[in-house]
């Protein structure tokens, strides 16, 4: 698998985009062979990019968590996300990086939407490389991809996913994203009379999606706890607590439980002290924590009824 990852970074890392999509397709190839129903790929197992980007039309049906988490692959690649050497969303995330810099062009923009597609999908397939984004360059990256002068719609919304995901179950990650200005550039991208109605209402999601209250990450134990991923899908976030991507001297992610904890603590923030913040740029937020609320209560009584 090593030798898969070498030879995809090795494409991503490249200023030309043809190298970058081969780079995203081989990315794309390994997660599909071991995300996809009847995938087979040994941990250690080396084939060609050519077969690996084959290996994408085969089968279409994904597996459940509780499937992957007995995978072999599934388990090692999770392994190698663990350490700086192999992680793949540093790498995705300094391939948008150089893209950025790029003159904009339609292949530009279509390379820069798959990266973001596939930087989304391993943020929730490996929580713990979320906490890349407490660092304010990289949340400020995203940020950028909102501009709408340089990225077209398509764009913005796929960034408003990533966005999103990066923030879930990291309160560390939302309170980087206060501080780096996100609720003015979403808000203004809201307000804006040019927006048009797709990023507008993924905007929108965003905005019920900041105003929920958090909760500290969960401590267990390290990668892939299988306790966690016997339960719901979504329990998978609480793997994100205990895990960084900056140290000093380690090659690991693993930080102090106990550190992790109380610093969350500090750090995590009610719906109440949310709106007072959104209140700055955004009129009527006190309907929209209303509406929030007001579905949450529906949600809460549906699953009781349906209990």
Not at 8 to 27: E, Y
Not at 181 to 196: E, M, W, Y
Not at 250 to 255: I, N, P
Request: proline share 5%; net charge neutral.
């Amino acid at each position: 698998m090593e030798a898969l990852l070498s030879l995809s970074f090795g494409n991503l890392s490249s200023r030309d985009t043809t190298r970058i999509r081969k780079g995203i397709r081989q990315i794309e190839g390994l997660l599909a062979q071991i995300c996809l129903s009847g995938s087979k790929l040994s941990p250690n197992k080396r084939q060609g990019s050519r077969e690996l980007a084959g290996q994408q039309d085969r089968g279409n049906d994904c597996r459940h968590l509780k499937d992957l988490r007995k995978d072999a692959a599934f388990r090692e690649f999770f392994r190698l996300q663990e350490g700086f050497r192999w992680n793949v969303a540093s790498r995705l995330i300094a391939t948008l990086e150089r893209l950025l810099g790029h003159p904009p062009s339609q292949t530009t923009n279509a390379l820069i939407l798959a990266t973001m597609d596939i930087l989304q999908g391993l943020l929730l397939l490996h929580p713990p490389s979320r906490t890349l984004f407490n660092r304010e360059d990289y949340m400020n990256l995203l940020l950028d991809l909102l501009d709408p002068s340089n990225n077209p719609p398509e764009n913005q919304s796929q960034a408003l996913l990533v966005l999103v995901t990066s923030l879930l179950d990291c309160p560390a990650n939302t309170r980087t994203f206060e501080e780096v200005d996100g609720l003015l550039t979403v808000t203004s991208l809201f307000k804006s009379r040019s927006t048009v109605k797709e990023v507008k209402m993924r905007t929108l999601e965003f905005l019920y999606f900041y105003l929920m209250p958090e909760a500290p990450p969960s401590t267990s134990s390290s990668a892939p706890n299988t306790a966690v991923l016997q339960r719901n899908p979504s329990k998978i976030d609480a793997l994100a607590g205990h895990a960084r991507t900056h140290s000093g001297d380690s090659d690991r992610m693993d930080v102090d439980e106990d550190d992790q904890s109380e610093q969350s603590l500090r750090k995590t923030k009610t719906t109440e002290e949310k709106q007072k913040l959104l209140g700055r740029h955004l009129g009527n937020v006190a309907e929209l924590v209303r509406d929030l609320r007001e579905n949450a209560i529906f949600a809460a009584a549906a699953g009781g009824s349906a209990g």
